[in-house]
């Protein structure tokens, strides 16, 4: 509520042009139209608790006030930054008298996540009991940051960033409350939008200080960057973004896309990411995704990254990205993932069955009296360097795990695998 002596234009644009309907809502439709979830409660004058999860200046709090309106209820806001239990407790005992004569209060808590385990249990009773309709708010990935007791009591719903064509609304709603058209060219018109990153209330922030230009300004795009700030990218490099963009890359890479590769390492590089994180994690997939259809490709990242670590960055970022497409444009086998996978499973299934006696060394008296070594062939004494003796324990049959694929330096091994099993099969034959 505004005081006295506050008029409108006093408020922040943002302030001024919040929705006060879902149908002002833009960039939500996937939710509030009207066969969408919220879009269904709200029609029913119902709703359950639930998690909104969406990027900064998607909406999350404008939407939880509107829901309110629509199911009459008390609305309460706390935000996890600033309240602890005690906030909390306080809030519960008001719902509760709330209660006792007929009303219903929505909690709305932002930034629901930075709460600690202990105080995310203590709505459990009072959203059970319908004390309280619990709308919390996150930036984060509730499935790492949340209780799987809040999770399993509210809905998860995904509000989207907002979409370049719902950010040209809200330039159009900002320029009819201001009577007059943005100071920018066509050009910088678009630039803006880009610039606010799908963030409504920072790109009204950003047109707000355009509004205060001198009467007669007309910015291009290189004077708009001048004129004002962009919006720094969201990156956390230990929360949800860190493992999506890294996701990001890695399955670029495997699909042998390099330019894709390059945008996500960018927004890595942009970001602020741990250049040895990227190094290590390029080092994995030369030897998960490529392995031996390239055995240059292991080679080549570890060269990559010791040439980072000789030179840093900016120079450095260079021979990341050389490391990027080489491993892009690479053929792609994960044939030795798979073997190792099959191998284990093995392995944990036949338990500690022993290595066939000859194979055993025998460095003592007793140990060859019990068998050790016996009957071991050198491969080196046979023809073609090869015995084709049995390896596996004694009451395990020889099994594949190693299929190499028809693509680069594994049609050689393929070659080579092949005249090693005729030759075995002709040392069976022969005996």
């Not at 709200?42 to 608790?49: G, T």
């Not at 309240?83 to 808590?109: M, P």
């Not at 300004?217 to 919006?231: E, H, S």
Request: charged share 25%.
């Amino acid at each position: 509520m505004n005081s006295l002596f506050e008029t409108n234009n006093s408020q922040p644009l943002a302030e001024r042009l919040r929705p006060t309907n879902i149908g002002q809502i833009v960039g939500q439709e996937h939710l509030l139209s009207a066969d969408a979830p919220i879009g269904r409660m709200i029609a029913q004058k119902r709703v359950s608790s639930m998690i909104l999860w969406g990027p900064p200046g998607c909406g999350k709090t404008t939407l939880a006030r509107l829901i309110c309106d629509h199911v009459d209820a008390v609305f309460e806001q706390l935000s996890a930054v600033f309240s602890g239990v005690t906030e909390l407790r306080k809030a519960f005992d008001r719902a509760d008298k709330r209660r006792e004569i007929g009303q219903r209060t929505l909690l709305f808590i932002d930034e629901i996540h930075r709460f600690n385990k202990a105080q995310q249990d203590s709505f459990l009773p009072y959203v059970e009991n319908g004390t309280i309709i619990l709308v919390g708010a996150t930036t984060e990935n509730p499935s790492f940051e949340l209780n799987s007791a809040i999770l399993s009591r509210c809905q998860v719903f995904v509000l989207n960033r907002i979409s370049e064509e719902a950010l040209e609304t809200l330039v159009q709603n900002a320029e009819k409350n201001e009577g007059r058209v943005l100071p920018v060219t066509k050009t910088a018109r678009e630039s803006l939008k880009l610039m606010a990153d799908g963030d409504g209330r920072f790109l009204l922030n950003m047109i707000e200080e355009l509004f205060f230009l001198p009467p007669g300004t007309q910015l291009d795009t290189d004077d708009l960057t001048t004129a004002i700030n962009k919006r720094s990218p969201i990156y956390d490099k230990s929360k949800d973004q860190h493992f999506n963009l890294i996701s990001a890359l890695h399955k670029s890479l495997r699909g042998s896309d390099p330019d894709a590769a390059l945008y996500w390492l960018a927004r890595m590089l942009n970001g602020g990411e741990d250049k040895s994180y990227i190094l290590r994690r390029l080092v994995r997939f030369a030897s998960e995704d490529i392995g031996l259809a390239d055995p240059n490709a292991i080679a080549h990242s570890l060269a990559c990254w010791d040439s980072y670590t000789r030179l840093g960055s900016p120079e450095g970022d260079l021979t990341i990205a050389q490391c990027v497409i080489y491993l892009a444009t690479a053929p792609k086998s994960n044939s030795v993932y798979k073997a190792l996978n099959l191998a284990r499973i093995s392995a944990e299934k036949t338990g500690s069955l022993s290595p066939p006696n000859h194979i055993l060394n025998a460095p003592t008296k007793l140990m060859e009296s019990l068998g050790y070594g016996a009957e071991y062939q050198y491969d080196h004494d046979n023809e073609h360097g090869f015995s084709g003796q049995k390896y596996f324990p004694d009451h395990l049959a020889p099994q594949k795990f190693y299929r190499p694929v028809e693509r680069g330096f594994e049609r050689e091994l393929i070659k080579r695998i092949s005249y090693w099993d005729k030759l075995r099969q002709t040392k069976k034959s022969s005996l």
